[in-house]
Structures are given as C-alpha cells and as structure tokens.
C-alpha cells in the first residue's frame, strides 16, 4: 500500500467523523497506528492543555435542560473550541444573534485541522456553553439555538 496524504487525510477524516481516539491499519508490511491527541500548548496561547481522554472525564458532569423549543449544537468531534477565525477578529456569532441554517458558529481544532461548525438551525443564539480555546469532547454542548 502506497500511503500518501490523500489516504492519511480520509483516516483521519474518519476518526474525526466516528470520534476514534485511535484507529490501526495494517496493510501487508505497512502498519499504521493513528492517536487522535491534541498538542500541549503554553497557558498564555489561551489553547487548552489536555489529552483528548483528560476531555471526556472532564465533561462528564450532567449538562443543564435546555428550555422547551431550545436546540442543542453538540460538538461533533474533539477539538479546542474558537468563537473567532483568529484572535483578533470578529466572534462568528454571540448571545442573542439571529442565525440561519449553515451559518457557521465557530471553529474546533483537531490535529491542526480547522473545522467549521455550523449552525443546523434558523434561530437565536440563546447560550454559548464552551468558552474560547477550550478543549472540548465528542458531543458536549457547543450551542443553545431558540425558535
């Protein structure tokens, strides 16, 4: 198997997709083992300094009950959660803005990756429930958007 960028990027693709931690490809005398981990950064940076592991135990706690006709944005993979496109830019939404469908919400870094989240729904932002350069878990609550 010639293992060039294009497969590596669908592998870690799919472990993003199916939030892997870990996933192990051998194929005749290739064996490739792929670790989903974010790099430790420095406190001052504001980028969070934990394991993806460390980011499961840490939001295990109950979440709150969202308010009838309240939808919930959940993260769809492990990453270090950015209300910006940089640090000094304009936050892509906050309490109370109107958003629609497709609008993109914020960013989670995976493996130096950028990945846009966005909104499923036309609504309001009632709740931002992660805080900026946070890491946070598969499915942990990103967004609260009312009708």
């Not at 010639?2 to 064996?31: A, C, S, T």
């Not at 592991?53 to 939808?71: C, I, L, N, Y």
Request: net charge negative.
């Amino acid at each position: 198997m010639d293992l060039n960028k294009k497969i590596l990027d669908q592998l870690v693709e799919l472990m993003q997709r199916d939030g892997l931690d870990r996933l192990r490809v051998r194929v005749g005398d290739l064996d490739l083992d792929l670790r989903m981990s974010l790099p430790h950064a420095a406190e001052s940076s504001g980028s969070a300094a934990a394991s993806a592991s460390a980011a499961g135990s840490q939001h295990a706690t109950k979440t709150d009950e969202a308010p009838p006709g309240v939808r919930k944005v959940l993260a769809p993979l492990v990453g270090v959660f950015y209300r910006a496109p940089a640090p000094s830019a304009k936050l892509f939404v906050e309490n109370g803005d109107s958003v629609s469908a497709g609008q993109v919400l914020c960013i989670l870094e995976a493996m130096k990756l950028m990945n846009e989240i966005v909104s499923e729904y036309d609504g309001t932002v009632v709740k931002v429930c992660a805080k900026d350069g946070e890491l946070v878990s598969l499915h942990q609550e990103l967004f609260w958007i009312g009708s």
